[in-house]
């Protein structure tokens, strides 16, 4: 019998940086020692993007990272990139290694994948936290990122030609956010090809899907709807998740809870992982 988690790259891992294999997962279950969290990254993202607020967790914290569909190492499907098909994905591995309860965290698309599985499988949750990301539609968003990369020359002769690359050309593209970050997180995603050459580590179709897609309709009834204690995460110097749109999704829901951090943009977790940690566990205490 074929197993649904074995299309993706995943690990488990717990505070401190511990390893659980697959069966030492499923062996603990129904341990009721443990708090089980799934981390869902962003668009472009994958699953070690969560390496380091993993290891700041607790020692009974056993956590799930994977690449989702379409980045990463994981399967790269031609179609089915909306936020409901990453959701089912997840209801699929949920179900295959027994979890039946989980702190669910997303970031950026992550979140929005995050929000859809909540709003369609609201059992499954303990907590919803939303890492920058609001439920609005955009039609800004596809040509942006069409814009992005396509100004990227892939597939770049070696690694060091695309390093190049970050460190000098791609300065005089148009981005939103800060330019060296967002030119390290392209960089990171630049893998050498078996055959030569380098190229992204996700699929490009794939991403652009997953922006049509995701952005083509807002999600404000499935955020308002949901019945689950949720955690909005923005960084205050986010361009991603404006602070209007930020206060309007604390009014929206009295389960609501809403945290601005400091000398953050849109990857909190990145710029701050040690507050963004200490969010997540003083609300999990007090939805606990």
């Not at 059992?123 to 100004?151: C, R, T």
Request: aromatic content about 12%; charged content about 25%; proline content about 5%.
């Amino acid at each position: 019998m074929s197993s649904y988690l074995e299309q993706f790259n995943y690990q488990f891992l717990s505070g401190g940086g511990r390893k659980w294999t697959l069966g030492e997962v499923q062996a603990e279950s129904a341990s009721p020692g443990l708090t089980r969290w799934v981390f869902l990254h962003g668009l472009m993202g994958y699953a070690i993007n969560w390496r380091k607020i993993t290891t700041l967790m607790g020692p009974n914290d056993l956590c799930l990272i994977f690449d989702q569909r379409g980045h990463g190492q994981s399967v790269k499907p031609e179609f089915g990139y909306a936020p409901e098909d990453y959701a089912q994905d997840l209801k699929h591995i949920l179900d295959e290694i027994g979890w039946s309860k989980i702190n669910l965290v997303g970031h950026s698309m992550g979140a929005r994948n995050a929000l859809l599985f909540a709003a369609r499988h609201a059992e499954y949750l303990n907590l919803l936290v939303m890492e920058d990301l609001g439920p609005d539609s955009s039609e800004k968003a596809l040509p942006y990122y069409e814009m992005l990369l396509n100004s990227v020359p892939t597939p770049f002769p070696t690694k060091l030609a695309a390093k190049e690359y970050f460190m000098n050309d791609f300065r005089k593209v148009p981005v939103r956010g800060d330019r060296d970050t967002i030119g390290l997180y392209f960089y990171s995603n630049i893998v050498d090809l078996p055959g030569g050459g380098a190229d992204w580590r996700f699929s490009k179709q794939a991403i652009l899907e997953s922006v049509r897609q995701g952005r083509a309709k807002d999600h404000w009834n499935e955020f308002r709807a949901l019945s689950m204690p949720t955690l909005v995460i923005r960084g205050a110097d986010s361009e991603e998740l404006t602070r209007e749109t930020f206060e309007k999704m604390e009014r929206a829901n009295p389960r609501v809870e809403a945290a601005e951090i400091a000398d953050a943009g849109h990857w909190v977790h990145y710029d701050q992982p040690e507050k963004f940690v200490e969010a997540l566990k003083s609300f999990a205490m007090k939805s606990t």
